[in-house]
């Protein structure tokens, strides 16, 4: 029991609360409370009523989990979201996506971009997201002054890129912010080399040594297509995977976004690294990237997550969707219904996703001593009844249009859907002043 001449600061008195750990746990009539932005308490109603707060909410017919974890995307990219659909991947980077960031991508649209992702991610009950991008100052102060909680990657490519006209000088950028915001409570700096084709040796021998200096994290896009993995092998007679193991990037600290190409000797080297996995199905879906083989992964050991990747890509960033894909994807994959039950796919979309990203510590499950990260869905819907497992409702017959509430270390963010922060109508409109002048020259 916490200290019960200190009142919470807050008490949340939901119909149930899954702590994601211990697995497959769902608690009924519970209470959490939550004091400095952090889970104080977990227990019995009858318990928590006993307890003095500044402030008691009642959450009947709701599910209280932890905070959604968006493991992968690419934030400001919400400005881009429909403008090259039905693409496959190259085709969609080199002759349209490239081509437009260079003419558009600017502080400003990072700043714009972001707002807008943050305030759609708020609303589908992510807390936490890791976001691959330019200008990430810029995007660092969203995240900032948002009250949301991130790893901000540094885009790192053999080209110059919006912001920075070499590799070094992204690099020098990044060591920077690394030591201006490393005791920031809620932003976390990573190294972001884009992907095995676009950043060669000599820059990833400089990250990996950089992030063994500062214990930072690496998140790469590997293994997206077949095409990737056979052009390596043709190159070089080496897979990329093997590749950044033979440089020395791979280990607890190294996220491989899609790995949709996984043979016997990668998984080996996945798991002997202990590397994590990020699974972005949406997006391979949509640009017929492949399928990774979540079921098998997860069997063997590999820590997998999910993100949704760019909204010039999915186009959402809707990860309660996308973990929903991800469980039934996983089932089809390995031809086995029992694959990804619903528990093991909210575990990837909270608690795994933390632990890619190096905050397993702070976020990820409700338990005394964690961040309050927490996430309201509101079951009481016609089309949530009756309610036999909420967890399976959750996954498989909810929306994210029923998160209710959405706190991010103890702060309300999210109250009664809508935005505490953010000025909804104004990030609309700024979106759609961005789309009038994109459009009219990409027509």
């Known amino acids: 029991m916490p200290n019960a001449a200190e009142p919470l600061d807050l008490l949340l008195l939901p119909t149930w609360l899954v702590p994601v750990e211990p697995a497959g746990v769902v608690l009924k009539d519970h209470g959490l409370g939550v004091r400095d932005g952090n889970i104080v308490f977990i227990g019995p109603r009858t318990e928590a009523l006993r307890l003095q707060a500044h402030e008691v909410r009642e959450l009947p017919g709701m599910l209280l989990t932890p905070g959604l974890v968006n493991a992968h995307g690419h934030a400001a990219m919400?400005?881009?979201?429909?403008?090259?659909?039905?693409?496959?991947?190259?085709?969609?980077?080199?002759?349209?996506?490239?081509?437009?960031?260079?003419?558009?991508?600017?502080?400003?649209?990072?700043?714009?971009?972001?707002?807008?992702?943050?305030?759609?991610?708020?609303?589908?009950?992510?807390?936490?997201?890791?976001?691959?991008?330019?200008?990430?100052?810029?995007?660092?102060?969203?995240?900032?002054?948002?009250?949301?909680?991130?790893?901000?990657?540094?885009?790192?490519?053999?080209?110059?890129?919006?912001?920075?006209?070499?590799?070094?000088?992204?690099?020098?950028?990044?060591?920077?912010?690394?030591?201006?915001?490393?005791?920031?409570?809620?932003?976390?700096?990573?190294?972001?080399?884009?992907?095995?084709?676009?950043?060669?040796?000599?820059?990833?021998?400089?990250?990996?040594?950089?992030?063994?200096?500062?214990?930072?994290?690496?998140?790469?896009?590997?293994?997206?297509?077949?095409?990737?993995?056979?052009?390596?092998?043709?190159?070089?007679?080496?897979?990329?995977?093997?590749?950044?193991?033979?440089?020395?990037?791979?280990?607890?600290?190294?996220?491989?976004?899609?790995?949709?190409?996984?043979?016997?000797?990668?998984?080996?080297?996945?798991?002997?690294?202990?590397?994590?996995?990020?699974?972005?199905?949406?997006?391979?879906?949509?640009?017929?990237?492949?399928?990774?083989?979540?079921?098998?992964?997860?069997?063997?050991?590999?820590?997998?997550?999910?993100?949704?990747?760019?909204?010039?890509?999915?186009?959402?960033?809707?990860?309660?969707?996308?973990?929903?894909?991800?469980?039934?994807?996983?089932k089809a994959v390995a031809g086995n219904a029992t694959a990804l039950d619903a528990h093991r796919a909210l575990r990837m979309a909270t608690l795994n996703g933390a632990r890619a990203l190096g905050m397993e510590a702070a976020i990820g499950s409700l338990e005394v001593g964690k961040a309050a990260d927490l996430t309201a869905f509101d079951l009481s819907g016609l089309a949530q009844q009756p309610v036999y497992d909420p967890v399976s409702q959750l996954i498989y017959a909810t929306g994210r249009d029923c998160v209710k509430h959405v706190w991010v270390a103890g702060k309300h963010l999210l109250d009664d859907r809508q935005l505490t922060r953010l000025d909804e109508q104004a990030l609309a409109a700024t979106a759609a002043h961005w789309g009038q002048r994109i459009g009219a020259r990409h027509e």
């Open 78 to 330: 919400t400005l881009f979201r429909g403008l090259a659909d039905d693409l496959p991947l190259m085709t969609w980077l080199q002759e349209h996506i490239w081509p437009a960031e260079g003419r558009w991508v600017d502080e400003d649209f990072v700043r714009d971009g972001t707002d807008l992702a943050i305030a759609e991610q708020l609303k589908g009950g992510i807390t936490c997201f890791s976001d691959m991008y330019f200008y990430p100052r810029t995007a660092s102060e969203r995240v900032h002054h948002s009250g949301m909680r991130a790893q901000i990657t540094i885009a790192v490519l053999d080209f110059p890129i919006p912001g920075a006209r070499t590799a070094d000088e992204a690099l020098h950028q990044g060591v920077e912010l690394f030591s201006d915001l490393k005791h920031h409570p809620r932003i976390s700096i990573a190294f972001g080399p884009h992907a095995p084709y676009t950043v060669g040796d000599e820059n990833l021998e400089k990250i990996r040594v950089l992030a063994d200096e500062l214990d930072a994290a690496i998140q790469m896009h590997v293994h997206e297509t077949a095409g990737e993995v056979e052009q390596a092998l043709a190159a070089k007679a080496e897979r990329p995977l093997a590749r950044l193991a033979r440089l020395g990037l791979l280990g607890p600290r190294f996220q491989a976004v899609h790995m949709t190409q996984v043979s016997n000797d990668d998984l080996a080297l996945l798991v002997e690294s202990n590397t994590s996995v990020v699974h972005c199905p949406e997006s391979n879906l949509k640009l017929a990237s492949g399928f990774c083989p979540v079921e098998r992964l997860w069997q063997a050991g590999v820590n997998v997550a999910v993100g949704t990747d760019g909204a010039a890509s999915n186009n959402d960033l809707d990860l309660l969707g996308e973990t929903r894909t991800a469980a039934l994807l996983a």
